[in-house]
């Protein structure tokens, strides 16, 4: 039988423990219930679009610009926390812009939206690989994420990174790049010895990476294959459905206007979200998500913003 003492002394430490036990259990189900928002804004084929269509009647006249971009861009960053900007390629060529200052003026304009990463597309190379180093070098605050080109003995070796991880909120995202077959599409002396590695491939690789093994929550592909073709051609799609690790691809190279995004369920039956917004930077595209212990990841709206000046 217990003295006195000991009992009053157990039923304090019992207390104790129990008090702590609840406090965790409190501080647990705060942890689950808790909820991130993150917003994915992007771009792709925007094509040297500096300023505005013209007003010239035409069907895209006042639609694009950076300026209307920027204003979007500043926007929705003041209304939410948790903001990726991202490009899906084909940021050169298109205006005469392109053609007098070698993609200058595209650079300098993503740097100052603070585009947070682009992927490689088949009209960046059109000045050479040591212009496209050189404007990256000279200009750029962001990466140029491609994992399937081999720019090794080229201009471009040390101008490009294969993937990143971006730290949001209490989020991890991992963002990687992957780029169309260059053969028949790029002249051979623009591309110098870079060597095209099977994107599908290389891109699960690099899913796997940051999903597995650096604890991605969400995994973005940048991609320049293009929407999808009639004939059995490498696109967003094919990738989709043969991906284990991706959550969401941004597409770019086919001007595919999406109404909405596109969902496809990979190899483990997974959800594949897969978005593209035209081209010229006459919309921008917006995908929100939200995140919790719960649900993973949802994403709880998307929507394609026109780009116009007012």
């Known amino acids: 039988m217990l003295s006195r003492r000991e009992f009053i002394k157990q039923s304090v430490l019992t207390g104790g423990a129990v008090s702590i036990a609840t406090s965790a259990f409190s501080k647990k189900i705060v942890d689950l219930s808790s909820i991130q928002k993150l917003t994915v804004l992007h771009t792709n084929d925007t ?5 505005p269509f013209p007003m010239d009647g035409s069907r895209n006249q006042g639609f694009g610009g950076v300026v209307a971009r920027a204003q979007l861009i500043e926007k929705i960053r003041l209304e939410e926390e948790l903001v990726l900007l991202l490009d899906a390629g ?35 190379f059109d000045a050479g690989l040591e212009n496209l180093a050189n404007q990256l070098t000279s200009y ?4 140029l994420l491609i994992c399937n080109y081999n720019f090794a003995e080229t201009p471009m070796e040390y101008k490009f ?24 599409l790029i002249a051979d002396n623009l591309i110098g010895k ?26 973005i592909c940048l991609s320049h294959l293009g929407y999808q073709y009639k004939e059995n051609k490498v696109s967003d799609v094919l990738l989709a459905k ?26 483990k039956g997974f959800d594949v979200i897969v978005n593209q917004v035209g081209f010229a930077g006459i919309v921008l595209g917006r995908l929100d998500f939200e995140f919790s212990l719960f649900t993973s990841k949802k994403l709880v709206q998307s929507k394609t913003i026109t780009v116009v000046s007012k």
């Open 47 to 51: 094509h040297s679009r500096i300023d």
């Open 90 to 124: 084909d940021i050169f060529q298109g205006t005469p812009y392109f053609n007098l200052f070698k993609g200058e003026p595209e650079i300098k304009a993503m740097s100052s939206m603070q585009y947070d990463a682009a992927t490689i597309g088949n009209h960046d």
């Open 140 to 143: 750029a605050n962001f990466p």
């Open 161 to 184: 990174e294969p993937y990143r991880i971006y730290k949001k909120g209490k989020l991890k995202i991992g963002v990687l790049g992957v780029g169309i077959e260059m053969k028949g």
């Open 194 to 219: 870079t060597l095209y590695n099977d994107p599908i491939e290389k891109a699960n690789e690099i899913a796997y990476f940051l999903k597995k093994q650096k604890d991605c929550d969400f995994v």
């Open 242 to 267: 043969q991906s284990e690790n991706i959550d969401l691809i941004i597409g770019g190279h086919t001007h595919t206007f999406l109404d909405a995004p596109v969902v496809f369920k990979n190899k």
